[in-house]
């Protein structure tokens, strides 16, 4: 496809186009797109195009790309807004009228600036006059799947989640472009070697078999403030209790023998909290799992227990921490587990993290992220869902294969719902995936909302041990174990 300049041309154009995983199979005039890479999103990718490239340029395979004008303004934080992929069963007329009403908002602050050239779907354009946001939404509509860019004032990016509708989240897009990092392939070739080694190990299925269900409903019902002890309203990013609950969170995974800090990102955030188990060996390879335990209510930092979103994913990183000290497992590979905060805005505390692991030139080998876990719709069996646009899918099959070995009671498929802290450490080059309570789209009734708590109807403690056994199975096979001397196997 060759691009045209559209008419109303502006200072800079973007290029979104649904994710390709290598996308140098796609351009013709190098560095045009993979030098010029915003992030991918929802499972969309987004490019900066310059002149030159528009005019020079084709681009293969990309039949369903949009190309939308964009006025630069460096003054200005470009920031996507995703719709989830819901079940439509949590498609009600609250939450439709909620969404028009939102962007009948939006329509009549605001006024029509023109149009890009329209690839596919329908497309608008809009500014608004006040407070400092500029509109530039792209197939939006109050259905499963929209998503759209906003231009606003950097102070008012991070708190910008209070304002969407209940399913949708905002992903702060870089203030520059990057270069497009795919995962090498030595990294890829490990992964495929796991894959093909990988068998029944009764020594890994005892060990994960190890992890508590008892102390994981203690666990969650802490974070949630069920509990009556831990006094935790909200784990929203900007809440008293998100700091109360990563000092918790430190002290615990300590006391299984790991090494820990809380790590600030940004000011207002909590910060992550990153703990280590150190090799047995001299390597400089590292596992890394993670959850995040920051969560959101209903209509932003107001009460967000967060019980499935994702204490769930919080409780299984516990599971796994305790198990380790509990069994005596040593690890030949480095082994890391951390807990983000910042996700629920944006995923700005994995950003800064994977971000930094680049910059040190980490050998992340697998990593895999715990988000939602939790849930168990009426009438279907426990599952396991693993993302279907955003991660590496050598990670995926791994995982499914773990799955089938150690908790074949999980049923394993794709999910569009899309995408969590893994997808920080994809866009670094790194080997990620994730792990989800649904071979479909999200179903849970509260998510996002205040009554996310553990004791109701559907929230399955089992399912999240089961899913948690998988992760640590998956640890223990690709970081390599053995045991203290003083430890027998419990």
Known sequence: MVFSQPAGFATALLLITPYTPNIVTVETTPGCLTDNFYGTYGGRSVFRLSLPCLDSSSFHGLDEAS??????????????????????????????????????????????????????????????????????????QPEGGSYGLIAIEPSLAPSIEALLPRYWKPYTLPKQPSSYLPVPKPALEHVRNLLETVRFDPTVSSVVNSISLIQMRKDIRWLTGEDGVSGIVSRHSFADGSRVAAAWLKERFEETGATCELKPFMRGFAPNVACKYSASVDTTATVLISGHYDSRGSFGSQRAPGGNDDGSGTIALLGIARAIANTGVKFRSNVELVAFAGEEQGLYGSKAYAREMRQKNANITVMIQADMLGYHAPGEPPQLGLPMYIGTVEVAQLVSNMSAIYSPELTVGYTAACCSDHQSFHEQGFPATQVFERAGPIADPMYHNSADLSERPGYDLSQIRSIAKVQFATLLHAAGFDFSDDEDLK
């Open 67 to 140: 190309l939308v004008p964009y006025e630069a303004n460096g003054d200005r934080e470009l920031i996507w807004l995703q719709e989830a992929a819901i079940d439509s069963a949590l498609v009600t007329p609250e939450y439709q009228a909620e969404v028009q009403d939102f962007f009948r908002w939006l329509e009549e602050d605001g006024h029509i600036m023109g149009s890009g050239q329209q690839l596919s779907g329908h497309q608008q354009i809009l500014s608004a006059a006040d407070p400092g946001i500029e509109l530039q939404l792209v197939n939006i």
